[in-house]
């Protein structure tokens, strides 16, 4: 269960706004959406996660004080918050460590071996 | 077709009709093979039909599918990635030549898949991590994925002695017999034509002239050639991108001639 990566993002991407009034308000409900987004995709592996049911009322509570739609657009926190800067920030938020097999597999042993199939012809 | 396996046997087989090419945790293939010519055991593959099966937080299931004359640049929901999901993105279809090359990337699975149409038929090359390809849910039904396993012996043909006697019937100078092929090749003019494009004489050479006398159609020339290019850009060991010996159906002293 990684609701306390979700967590945080929403955190990091609500603890620094240089803007205020409405679009504050509307970045809030950006990342609040991104927040509930994150934790749906968690919600297989936190079954009966005490943290993972606080956050998915914590998400209805804040989402419903700040009048938030629940449709609309997505922040990916890491993206505005800390990749702008970085060159392969493209590669980075196109999904999490787990949908990139190579960077996923390097992290537990040696390169993976790759095997070939072809068919052809008559 | 001939196909090149997991383990890099190299066979060619009958395998009429429907096919399942490889099926894991991740990935479904399956290829329709069609008769070259009416009453001949020699077919093509005329569809393919890969389902990328849902993965994780990355992808949702997808399925993609081509045809003769229908290679499309997308699934069959008209998406061109992985769905909604945070790592949509690590599947991805990439249109290399309208209608002629598709390159299907799963990074997700660290797959990389080729399709092509040459000519009336298609050709399928795929790069997969070892681990996944024998990632079965159902290990007992192993046996049946082509990749895998290869063609059950009463599929295949004797590509061998397909040659043997093609070269038998090469007529001697001055002899009458008939070219072998219904297009005119010889088996000396389609080892010809073939050498063109596929200099060295290895296994994908003779199966271009396998196919050139069986069909007599020359697209099937660059079938073999595309096929090696796909090996080359997708087989993760150069010292076998060439294969030289039919590991399939070889008899004891009837070789593969040498390079």
Redesign the interface.
Known sequence: CKILKCNAEFWTATSVSHNSGTEEASEHCTALRAYA??VR?TARTCRGDLAYHSAVHGIEDLMSQHNCSKEGPTSQPRTRTSLLSLPDSQERS???E?????RS?HKHSAP??????????? | ????????IFQTCKVKGAWP??DNKYLYVQ?TNSP?LPQST????SKLTIIFKN?????DQKVYQAETDELPAAFVDGSKNGGD??????LRILEKAPGQHVEIQA?????TIVIRQ?GR?L?????????L?HSTEDKESQGLY??LRGCPLSERIDFRTFRAKAAENEPAIGGSRPPVSAEGFTYESATAKCKERLPVEDLYFQ??V??LL??GDVN?TM??Y??FE??KM???NKEKFHIFERTGDLTPGNSAPGR
């Open positions: 987004h994150c995709r196109d999904g999490p787990i949908c990139h097999y190579e597999f993976p071996n790759y095997t070939h199939c072809g068919l052809f012809g008559d | 077709p001939h196909l090149r396996t997991f383990s890099d090419l490889i290829v070259v020699a077919t093509a593959t993965f994780q937080e990355c992808v999901r945070h790592g949509a993105n690590t990074r997700y699975i660290g797959t040459v038929y050709t399928f090359a795929i790069r997969m991590p070892e681990e390809v082509l990749c199966s271009c396998f196919d069986t069909t099937f079938a073999a595309y096929a796909d090996v997708l087989h993760s």
